[in-house]
């Protein structure tokens, strides 16, 4: 069965640090992934994807995320985090948008 | 360009109740899509129309939840009669069509509680 897993449930880092959001799939072919974020009181905004190609991809608001095969991992990541990254982070697969349950991100200043 | 539009943002409604909730989608958009979100969970997709037809709706509990797209455009999603685990936010979202390749974009949600 198709399924996404966020392993960490919530994240505290501070402002300016590095962030590493971990994010591992089943799936049964070459999963179509994706990250998103979601803000109190607002909509999912996708921050990035991954269909094919360079394994390394580039989004929004200075995230990236690595696709590895071999670990059926889709790790998200940020070099220096920024109070307004405060969010809900979702890791979803598949044409149908199978998401994992979500991290929380506290940004301490 | 607008976003896509919910309403009502709350509701709160009493077991056994009916309760319907509305999404105006992106115009030009022909895939609607409606999804769950229980707290502390990601989002469950409960149905998916392209234009006025029903793509899937494997995971909509059939016995309580219908929805419409009479025209291809505007949705409504009903829950009758309401249970307490219907508590959550229901999203909407719409891409201009079906597959992975076009980005779904998410209205902001309407958060129901069912006492």
Do not use: M
């Not at chain 1, 897993?5 to 590493?20: F, K, M, N, R, Y």
């Not at chain 2, 392209?50 to 409504?76: C, I, M, W, Y």
């Amino acid at each position: 069965a198709q399924s996404v897993t966020q392993p960490d449930i919530h994240i505290t880092v501070s402002e300016g640090a590095s962030l590493e959001l971990r994010c591992n799939y089943s799936y049964g072919a070459t999963p179509y992934l994706f990250w998103y974020v979601q803000s109190p009181g607002q909509g999912l905004q996708l921050l990035l994807k991954y269909f094919s190609g360079d394994t390394l991809v580039q989004g929004i608001k200075g995230f990236e995320a690595e696709f590895k095969r071999s670990q059926s991992s889709f790790n998200l990541r940020k070099p220096s985090v920024h109070w307004s990254d405060a969010a809900e982070y979702f890791c979803a697969v598949g044409e149908k948008l199978i998401f994992g349950q979500g991290t929380e991100l506290s940004v301490k200043p | 360009e607008a976003g896509v539009a919910q309403s009502p943002r709350y509701k709160i409604i009493e077991k056994r109740q009916s309760v319907a909730f509305w999404c105006n989608p992106i115009s030009g958009h022909a895939t609607l899509y409606w999804y769950q979100q229980i707290l502390g969970q990601g989002p469950k997709l409960l149905i998916q129309f392209q234009n006025n037809g029903v793509v899937d709706d494997s995971q909509l509990p059939k016995d309580r939840f219908s929805a419409e797209r009479l025209k291809g455009v505007d949705s409504t999603l009903k829950i009758q009669p309401a249970k307490l685990e219907d508590s959550a936010v229901y999203l909407c979202a719409s891409s201009k069509t079906r597959g992975s390749y076009n980005e779904q974009f998410f209205g902001p949600g309407t958060r129901l509680t069912v006492l």
